[in-house]
């Protein structure tokens, strides 16, 4: 149960716009952004996955934009791309776990269709 009193998430999703929709800002990483939120909705029974909930729903409902979802193979760790890119498909390296990969279209690589 989510005691409303202690829990602020309209201090949680309006940062989340706010990080998405900086000046500069080319991606957003899950793992980061769950640290920095459950700190500051002081929420601590938040996970990784309703915290992703949040930010697709925010992107469907047109609050934010991410062009890409792109997946770690190794680690699985989530990354939203916001600045779109000549060619997605580029080696990438993972900030979490260090494992270089080549996004893969449904695999590792998602493009969000409006």
């Not at 779109?84 to 990969?101: L, M, Q, S, W």
Request: proline residues 4%; hydrophobic residues 35%.
């Amino acid at each position: 149960m989510v005691d409303v009193q202690t829990v602020d998430l309209d201090s949680m999703m309006r940062d989340i716009i706010s990080i998405f929709n900086l000046e500069g800002v080319e991606l957003v990483r899950l793992s980061g952004l769950f640290l920095r939120e459950r700190q500051i909705a002081n929420y601590n029974d938040l996970t990784p996955v309703q915290l992703d909930k949040i930010v697709h729903k925010l992107n469907k409902a047109g609050v934010i934009h991410y062009r890409y979802i792109l997946y770690c193979p190794q680690c699985n760790d989530v990354t939203y791309q916001i600045a779109e890119r000549k060619n997605p498909f580029e080696a990438k390296v993972c900030d979490t776990c260090g494992h270089i990969y080549i996004p893969q279209k449904e695999y590792s690589l998602f493009e969000y269709k409006d």
